[in-house]
């Protein structure tokens, strides 16, 4: 067994995966050929749920296992308005791990996923957070900093990692993400207590994800400076940030806050219909880019790791690289 393997065998015993690399739920990326290419190769592939409705889901999940000869997981949103109705798709299917994103799980959320025998992952963005889902049964742990795409926290992953690991890394196994790119800084968390990583800028442009190809080439030319974060523009309304390569879509979500903002103040929507409309926003604009290919006015989501992305190549390729890189780091320092 290599050092890598040893200091990932919380990780892959809890996934049943090769080796203990989620790979980020992305929606409209992360779906059945890149989930099923990634389980296969050894990783652990997550469909990203997003705003889907139960039947889309329960189609998708059908399609993946079809693909899949490996394990794979599920991401749903805790805000999503049918979210019980995603668990019981879940467990139809005998999805085995779900993966909680968005915030506190919703009561009785963790007991109905965990009563049809499956593992419960959630995000932990701080250290009380984090021993409150312990305390709540969850089964592992992800922590991601702020240089991941899409919806990011406001604290850097080496941060975290240091404020949570510590603590929290002997109890559950811990999965750091956000800006991981290569496998000397997978070596350098699993070092620090981390039972695994995830990972999903680094996979947009594997060969098997179905991203438009102006959206890959977009991300093979862009620089890790390029990723930047969306502002907030009225206090009154809080939006989770999130972090994508600046275009024209960019100031199209300033304007949209407006939008909302003004709906909020005159009552015709409350505060969870403005959030949702906001995410509703973010899936129509990442369509837009990821499917249809227009990266000037769609949603171009991105983590800083972009940088390392300059070629396309399949996700045996990719993680074969990562492992490699991190097994040589972990051997060099003995």
């Known amino acids: 067994m290599s050092k890598m393997n040893e200091l990932m065998a919380r990780g892959t015993e809890l996934l049943g995966s090769d080796h203990a690399i989620l790979c980020g739920a992305m929606s409209w990326v992360s779906e059945r050929h890149l989930v099923s290419a990634i389980s296969n190769a050894g990783g652990f592939g997550v469909i990203a749920c997003g705003a889907m409705t139960p039947a889309l889901l329960d189609t998708e999940i059908a399609a993946t296992k079809a693909l899949a000869t490996k394990p794979f997981g599920v991401n749903l949103i805790t805000m999503h308005p049918q979210l019980f109705e995603l668990i019981d798709v879940c467990a139809k299917h005998g999805v085995g791990h779900v993966v909680l994103a968005g915030g506190l799980p919703p009561k009785g959320s963790l007991e ?63 999965f750091v993400a956000g800006g991981i790119g290569r496998g000397e800084a997978i070596a350098a968390y699993l070092e620090m207590g981390a039972s695994g990583v995830q990972l999903g800028t680094r996979f947009v442009c594997a060969t098997e994800s179905i991203a438009h190809p102006n959206f890959k080439k977009a991300f093979m030319r862009a620089s890790a400076r390029e990723a930047v974060a969306s502002v907030q523009i009225d206090p009154r309304l809080p939006v989770i940030p999130v972090r994508a390569l600046k275009n024209s879509g960019t100031e199209a979500f300033t304007a949209k806050q407006r939008e909302v903002a003004n709906k909020l103040d005159q009552g015709e929507i409350d505060m969870m219909e403005a959030q949702l409309e906001i995410e509703h926003y973010w899936a129509g604009a990442l369509r837009r880019a990821v499917i249809d290919g227009d990266v000037e006015n769609g949603s171009l989501m991105a983590g800083q790791s972009v940088g390392m992305v300059s070629e396309e190549e399949s996700v045996a390729e990719i993680i074969a690289t990562l492992v490699q890189q991190a097994d040589a780091a972990l051997h060099a320092r003995g």
């Open 112 to 174: 109905a996923i965990k009563a049809s025998g499956a593992k419960v992952i959630c995000f932990a963005p701080t250290l009380a957070m984090g021993k409150k889902l312990v305390r709540s049964g969850v089964d592992a742990l992800v922590i991601e900093g702020m240089e991941a795409g899409g919806h990011i926290g406001p604290v850097s992953t080496s941060v975290l990692a240091q404020e949570i690991l510590p603590t929290l890394a002997d109890e559950v196994p811990v």
